[in-house]
């Protein structure tokens, strides 16, 4: 560790800032031996802060202190003190200019936050604290400022120089040198600050404001990858239309960028004005772009968006209301992809998610509510909990006021803290405000973490002809919370009669939250809020089947005793779609889970003939109306795909590895053997050569198509490997080509053993000179369930193409392994567990964050065999024993182990 005793921040002891900054003007000289930062910021003291004098601490990390002066009077050494962190001032006036000089090295800063180089361009990342590495600041997203930024750099290698708000001057200097400042009219934390020089080529478009100011759009990229930014401009754009109709926000500035770089801790980053995006999530084109990815730049480019006023105009106080921006804008953008596609297909695809990365999270070592109450290092809380969690919690909110009472909550929210930095607090005070109601018992989810469990049952009196559903809510324990008070959640139900229709509901119950009844749909969303609470509904003139949670109205794990036809009859005539696939998948886990007991207990393995009936019907279906369009192949596809093994161990109290693989294989196995034929029909009839569209009806078909090739690769044949492989060579975009190499990859068979070798060294030769798509050759064999793939992974390490300081690199490989390959990463030995240390290790000196990132799977141990978790917490205790270990891996681990 670097310090004995890593310090930690907690959230009641927060306080406000003693130094305002009104205005900041930063001078970056770039240069490739050493850049020079001279600031100069226009100070006061709070005046709401803690009265007497206190001293001035900025923060900084990493700099090189030149020069220091307090209204152009340069300071004395005896007048400052300078640690690793801080830059402490004793004796500040009350209101001043602080100029300060620095010198910085961004080619030697691996760790990617602050200013650093990607390739030949510079580049920044800020959030959460990477602008103390620029230079000597109040690096806290309370402290709003002003900034004016001149950017000095060599004119022929970095001709585009680029910072946040308007271009209000350029020229030329000494020395082939030119400089570009920039102004940005609104306040921000230091957080959102980004600057960008290279040698880029860009895109350029134009939006008219709903009051009809015209926006430039800009997406910028190293000239290789110019002809891949069309899908992000028109997500944009359609991003930009989309929060103006259903959120009323209008974008600010005259002028939007993105910019597209290749070493990137994360995703993106929604910087004022200046979006800075791993190329991964902007870059899309249809013979090196799967549909996932161009999904994903869509999903992304719209969030980092939004963000612009969910998290930019209204910011957050401290790092612990993170989820007043992140879940908030997570919800955003999950409910503009839905209305971009299939908002079912979008919705289960959300879910699961949550189920097999959130959930587990939520049960482990590191669960914290999606307002922490304390950390060590903020980037290991940039979590699933925070992120998608929060954005449920948002959703229930929506749920329980609906869209439009929502809505005005949203406008209060914007209008009152326009320019504050706020908490999650405000957010729901505003929605309160703005209804008239309590919500109260609701902020239970901002501070209590774990999935809560709601056990239901159901009583049906003939005579008197009700239903009465009672349901018992608990949540387990987590780390320093013992007991939990009841949630405040909204419980979606309808209730099905014998022809499957929704029977209209009837209630005096006082705990309706609304009831909605269009066409032949009929929901009640109720208000939960005991431990224990029952609702009765009259006038059910038979026992019903209920659909429960609809929509996953919460997100909660659901216990009710339901049959297997009970499932099946849901699965075919819910008319909640997300419920309909709920219904399959409960079928599916429940069948799974029987087989996994058969095997544990040595007998012999047999598949529910239900389930196979089940996924014939939805075949069946397909063929049925392939041609008429009463279907939603997205929505076919996924009902036929089988609940993922990181669920499956979720919900197993102890997680058998190698039980719950084999036995949804064999599940797989019987549907692929059984409804071969159909399959094999459906893959033919959505076999298509039109040109390559990111359509929502062309990615569902493809999807669909791929789906029945995964299954028809299952049974041990040669006809499907030379199928297989004719995709692979004549398909005129990456989804159909990528599908083929990973069947063919995953594919046991002998026979497939050269086709898949040849495939992998095509498929490399051919895309050697695109990164992303290399790494998805990386990631296609990283995760691939056979044996032996952990020392294919180890000789890949070795590859001349693998590069540890390219996150991408990273996560395509050594994280896509311990991440996703379940069963190999588990495997008794525990060779994947110290693959997986050793590569912590060796990247945490470099880059501590992504370090601390890959680490997660580790820490799961508690859900498996105890020889497991012995071999788990023997790594976890060898990255302890490292020396100088970062305050990221150290958190992570200690709390872990
Ligand atoms: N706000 C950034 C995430 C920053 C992560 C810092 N470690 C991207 C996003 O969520 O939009
Ligand atoms: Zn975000």
């Known amino acids: 560790m670097k310090e004995a005793q890593p310090k930690t921040t907690h959230l009641k002891e927060y306080e406000v800032p003693p130094f305002l900054i009104e205005e900041t003007e930063l001078r970056v000289e770039l240069d490739e031996e050493q850049t020079h930062v001279k600031t100069s910021l226009k100070m006061k003291r709070n005046p709401d802060a803690k009265k007497g004098k206190l001293p001035l601490v900025l923060d900084g990390g990493e700099l090189d202190l030149k020069e220091i002066s307090i209204d152009g009077r340069l300071l004395l050494s005896n007048e400052y003190s300078l640690d690793d962190e801080h830059l402490t001032l004793f004796d500040v006036p009350q209101q001043f200019v602080l100029e300060t000089s620095v010198a910085i090295k961004p080619q030697e800063n691996t760790s990617l936050e602050g200013l650093y180089k990607s390739g030949d361009m510079f580049c920044t990342q800020c959030e959460a604290e990477g602008f103390r590495n620029i230079t000597y600041y109040l690096d806290r997203p309370d402290v709003m400022s002003r900034y004016r930024t001149t950017i000095v750099a060599d004119k022929s290698l970095y001709p585009v120089l680029l910072s946040n708000g308007n271009d209000v001057a350029r020229g030329e200097s000494e020395g082939g040198k030119h400089w570009v400042t920039w102004e940005d009219p609104f306040k921000k934390p230091a957080y959102l600050f980004a600057l960008v020089a290279g040698d880029l080529q860009h895109i350029e478009d134009e939006f008219t404001t709903c009051s009809g100011r015209s926006i430039t759009l800009k997406i910028y990229t190293e000239p290789a990858n110019a002809n891949k930014l069309d899908h992000a401009m028109t997500s944009l754009k359609n991003a930009m239309a989309w929060d103006e109709q259903v959120y009323g926000r209008e974008y600010d500035l005259d002028i939007f960028m993105i910019v597209a770089v290749e070493s990137f801790n994360m995703g993106a980053m929604e910087n004022k004005g200046l979006n800075i995006f791993n190329t991964s999530c902007v870059l899309a084109r249809a013979d090196t772009t799967t549909d996932r990815g161009y999904q994903r730049v869509e999903g992304v480019v719209a969030h980092e968006y939004f963000h612009n006023w ?16 992140e ?77 439009e009472r929502f809505r005005q909550g949203t406008d209060l929210y914007f209008d009152r803290h326009d320019g504050q930095a706020v908490t999650t607090d405000d957010f729901v005070t505003a929605m309160e405000d703005a209804n008239g109601v309590d919500l109260r018992q609701f902020r239970n989810w901002y501070s209590q973490a774990g999935t809560p469990l709601l056990n239901v049952s159901s009583e049906y009196d003939e005579d008197a002809q009700s239903y009465t559903l009672k349901v018992i809510q608990s949540c387990q324990a987590t780390p320093g919370q ?4 009841p949630f405040h959640l909204p419980f979606s139900v309808g209730l099905l009669d014998s022809a499957g229709k929704d029977f209209a509901l009837n209630t005096e119950d006082a705990h309706v939250s609304s009831m909605s009844q269009d066409g032949t749909h009929c929901s009640a969303v109720l208000n939960l ?106 929505m076919i596809a996924a009902m036929l795909v089988m609940p993922g093994e990181a669920y499956l161990a979720e ?50 078909q493809r999807a669909l198509k791929n789906v029945c090739l995964a299954y ?41 053993l050269e086709p898949k070798e040849k495939a992998l060294t095509e ?10 798509v290399l790494d998805q050759w990386f990631s296609i064999q990283a995760v691939c369930p056979l044996p032996g793939t952990l020392e294919k992974v180890t000789a890949l390490l070795g590859h001349e193409a693998y590069d540890t300081k390219v996150p991408n690199r990273v996560r395509a490989l050594v994280a896509a392994f311990a991440s996703q390959n379940t069963i190999n990463f588990h495997h008794s030995s525990g060779d994947g567990y110290r693959f997986l240390a050793d590569q912590v290790i060796r990247m945490d000196p470099s880059n501590p964050l992504l370090a601390a990132r890959i680490l997660g799977p580790l820490s799961r141990w508690r859900k498996y065999d105890e020889a497991r978790q012995r071999l788990m917490r023997g790594e976890l205790e060898r990255i302890l024993s490292v020396d100088d270990l970062s305050k990221d891996v150290y958190e992570i681990a200690s709390k872990s182990v």
């Open 327 to 403: 879940g908030f804008t997570v919800f955003r953008d999950q409910r503009f992809s839905a209305d971009m596609g299939s908002a079912t297909v979008c919705r289960l695809e959300d879910v699961a998610f949550l189920r097999s990365a959130q959930f587990p999270e939520d049960a482990g070592p590191m669960a914290h509510p999606i307002r922490p109450d304390s950390y060590i290092e903020i980037n290991n809380f940039y979590t699933t909990t925070v992120y998608e969690k929060g954005a449920e919690v948002v959703r229930m909110i929506h749920t329980l006021l609906g869209p």
């Open 482 to 485: 013992e007991h939990k008070e």
């Open 651 to 700: 919900l197993s109290a102890v997680a058998d590895v190698e039980a719950i693989h084999s036995a949804r294989e064999q599940v797989r196995l019987a549907i692929a053997t059984d409804l071969k034929g159909s399959l094999l029909s459906v893959y033919k009839l959505n076999l298509s050569d039109k040109p390559y569209e990111p359509t929502g009806v062309d990615i569902a």
């Open 763 to 772: 498929f490399y030769n051919k895309w050697v000179h695109e990164p992303l």
């Open 529 to 634: 809020t005991e431990s224990e609470q029952q609702f009765t509904f009259t006038d059910v003139e038979a026992r019903p089947v209920p659909s429960l949670l609809r929509n996953f109205s919460a997100p909660v794990k659901l216990e009710y005793d339901y049959s297997r036809d009970e499932l099946m009859f849901l699965m075919s005539y819910d008319s909640d779609g997300f419920n309909r696939w709920e219904a399959g998948q409960r079928l599916a886990v429940d069948v799974i889970q029987e087989v996994v007991g058969q095997i544990q207990s040595a007998q012999p393995v047999s598949v529910d003939g239900r389930l196979i009936k089940a996924c014939q019907a939805i075949v069946d279906q397909s063929i049925d109306h392939h041609q008429d369009g009463k279907i939603d192949k997205a």
């Open 712 to 752: 028809l690769m299952l049974p041990e044949k040669s006809e499907m490997v030379n199928l297989c492989q004719s995709q692979f060579d004549n398909s005129n975009n990456m989804t159909d080509v990528d599908a083929a190499l990973r069947a063919l990859v995953n594919a046991a068979d002998e026979k497939a």
């Open 310 to 325: 969910s998290g930019n105009r209204v910011t957050c106080r401290d790092w612990f209301q993170l989820s007043l921006k």
